[in-house]
């Protein structure tokens, strides 16, 4: 069920990701800088911080690996570009932004090694970071 004011997501089940001011203000703490930074470089640490974050209100159980483990499931069944254009929405709905935010994965679709490459390669994460 969808649900207003939050974005559907197919993951594990139906999700709402609902970024309030309380789930933006506990994503930047976790990562350490304002989301305002995050523009067109969001990692996996800053996708999975926000997804985390944007999920928690529906699933007070959920933690940061869960929500690993759910974008795995997102990435393996609907591809890294789903989820990122579902992030990247989400944060543009709760910044009031009336377009969505590009991201460099928007609309393609990446398997996993693809993304390992593109994220030690070009954001030069460790592959610690990546995994």
């Known amino acids: ?8 997501i197919k993951a594990d089940k139906g999700r709402n990701i609902r970024l309030t001011t309380n789930a933006l203000a506990k994503a930047e703490e976790i990562i350490g800088k304002p ?3 995050f523009g067109d470089n969001m990692g996996f640490r800053e996708i999975r911080t926000v997804l985390y974050c944007g999920l928690y209100w529906e699933d007070k159980e959920l933690t940061e690996e869960k929500t690993g483990d759910i974008m795995d499931i ?3 069944n609907n591809g890294f570009g789903y ?5 990247q929405e989400a944060l543009s709905h709760a910044l009031g932004k009336t377009e969505v935010l590009e991201v460099k994965t928007s609309g393609t ?5 693809e993304a390992y ?3 030690t390669g070009m954001i030069g994460l460790s592959p610690q970071e990546f995994f």
Do not use: P, R
Request: no cysteine; glycine share 4%.
């Open 35 to 37: 989301i305002s930074n």
């Open 83 to 87: 989820l990122g254009e579902k992030v």
């Open 109 to 113: 679709e990446m398997s996993m090694d």
């Open 74 to 76: 997102i990435i393996e």
């Open 117 to 119: 490459q593109y994220y």
């Open 1 to 8: 069920m969808e649900i207003k004011q939050s974005v559907f």
